[in-house]
T-cell receptor, first 112, second 110 residues
Framework: ETGVTQSPTHLIKTRGQQVTLRCSSQ?????VSWYQQALGQGPQFIFQ???????GRGNFPPRFSGLQFPNYSSELNVNALELDDSALYLC???????????FGPGTRLLVL | RKEVEQDPGPFNVPEGATVAFNCTYS??????FFWYRQDCRKEPKLLMS???SGNEDGRFTAQLNRASQYISLLIRDSKLSDSATYLC???????????FGAGTQVVVTP
């Protein structure tokens, strides 16, 4: 196992609601990246946090936001949920931004 | 055009046989290359990094062709446990954003 944990494992929300997903990085890792994986697709990069600062962002609207805490755990917040937000949300941690990324088990979000 | 493209498969492979597949990437400035493996409804796991000189890890061999901008993965002596989706991954920037292909499904049959 990678040591990266995510919660919750599954979540069902309705359109327009807000959701917060959590990720605990592997011990010693100071970088967390978030990805969205729709069914049948590869993961798409949402953003990365390095030492509590956003370090890059993919092509996602501002209603996707994040946070990294002093212990390097991280949150992904999605406001005004849309049906297309239904996906597997993966976080990955790494020792530094350019090092190998290790993925957590993901959170499956279903928006009805 | 997608940054990383893969044949989705499935590649149906008899146990013990060899299977190979490629992916292509569009950005010539890409710096790092990887193969990740993803089992059904699980997280991606790093299979191997891909180096310019080509590299091997047991039954798995990866090759990189920068001139033609493609990466290949070859699996020898396929095992039932090799059944999975193989994700081709490219990192363009030094700061770590990974670009994933949609994956190639491999099904190893008895």
């Amino acid at each position: 196992e990678t040591g990266v944990t995510q919660s919750p494992t599954h979540l069902i929300k309705t359109r327009g609601q807000q959701v917060t997903l959590r990720c605990s990085s592997q011990s010693g890792h100071n970088t967390v990246s978030w990805y969205q994986q729709a069914l049948g697709q590869g993961p798409q990069f949402i953003f990365q946090y390095y030492r509590e600062e956003e370090n890059g962002r993919g092509n996602f609207p501002p209603r996707f936001s994040g946070l990294q805490f002093p212990n390097y755990s991280s949150e992904l917040n999605v406001n005004a949920l849309e049906l297309d937000d239904s996906a597997l949300y993966l976080c990955a941690s790494s020792w530094r931004t350019e090092e190998t990324q290790y993925f957590g088990p993901g959170t499956r979000l279903l928006v009805l | 055009r997608k940054e990383v493209e893969q044949d989705p498969g499935p590649f149906n492979v008899p146990e013990g046989a060899t299977v190979a597949f490629n992916c292509t990437y569009s950005n010539s400035a890409s710096q790092s290359f990887f193969w990740y493996r993803q089992d059904c409804r699980k997280e991606p796991k790093l299979l191997m990094s891909v180096y310019s000189s080509g590299n091997e890890d047991g039954r798995f061999t990866a090759q990189l062709n920068r001139a033609s901008q493609y990466i290949s993965l070859l699996i020898r002596d396929s095992k039932l446990s090799d059944s999975a989706t193989y994700l081709c991954v490219v990192r363009r920037d030094s700061w770590g954003k990974l670009q994933f292909g949609a994956g190639t499904q491999v099904v190893v049959t008895p």
